[in-house]
């Protein structure tokens, strides 16, 4: 399976709709505002997805995901315990699955997912950890372990770091806080997409 390599996780439908015409073509929903919003917010989004052609990635979310029809799904180590993988694979979604040990590489593993995150790679602001930076060197050796799986970088990525993690045996490239943060996120996101598109 082939993904896009520059995948934008974004807070809402609001920033998805402002970023995906832009040329986005995988973006996540990692949504935390009022739960009752949700059903709303992922409507919207696939909405903006399937006109500009992108794929949606619903995060945290899988049954109101699989309830607006929505075929891809991000699980952290913490939502696994609840998600019921049986209805998640009878609907035909593809899961991607966060790590940041062996432990849970292995648990991720189990579940055939679509592809793999390790993060953070560097330290990241947006979101309080409680895993050191990985660095980019991990990405290599779980690049060796999960084979084609396409393997995601997330955590403190840059367009300056993006040949970096590409070396390292990344296949995507996942940002959150240089994006989010950006006093012109439309700039930085169309900076993003060259970058990508620039790597040899």
Request: proline fraction near 7%; charge should be neutral.
């Given at each position: 399976?082939?993904?896009p ?10 920033m ?8 986005v ?31 949606l ?20 180590q ?10 998640i ?20 593993l ?8 390790l ?43 993006l ?16 994006l ?21």
């Amino acid at each position: 399976m082939i993904l896009p390599r520059f995948y934008p996780v974004l807070p809402d439908a609001a920033m998805i709709a402002r970023l995906v015409p832009l040329g986005v073509r995988l973006v996540q929903l990692r949504f935390k505002g009022d739960a009752c919003d949700i059903n709303a917010q992922i409507a919207a989004s696939l909405a903006i997805c399937a006109q500009y052609g992108a794929q949606l990635v619903v995060n945290d979310y899988w049954q109101e995901a699989l309830d607006q029809g929505a075929d891809f799904i991000h699980l952290g180590q913490g939502d696994l315990g609840s998600a019921d993988f049986v209805a998640i694979a009878r609907a035909g979604a593809r899961l991607g699955i966060s790590t940041h040990d062996r432990v849970e590489l292995d648990r991720a593993l189990a579940l055939s997912p679509a592809y793999i995150a390790l993060g953070p790679i560097w330290a990241t602001l947006l979101k309080q950890m409680p895993w050191r930076p990985q660095g980019p060197d991990k990405l290599t050796r779980w690049k060796t372990r999960i084979g084609e799986i396409p393997l995601v970088a997330i955590g403190g990525l840059t367009p300056a770091r993006l040949p970096e993690v590409f070396a390292a045996g990344a296949d995507v490239a996942a940002v959150v806080t240089d994006l989010v943060t950006a006093s012109d996120p439309e700039a930085q996101t169309r900076l993003w997409i060259n970058s990508v598109g620039a790597r040899p």
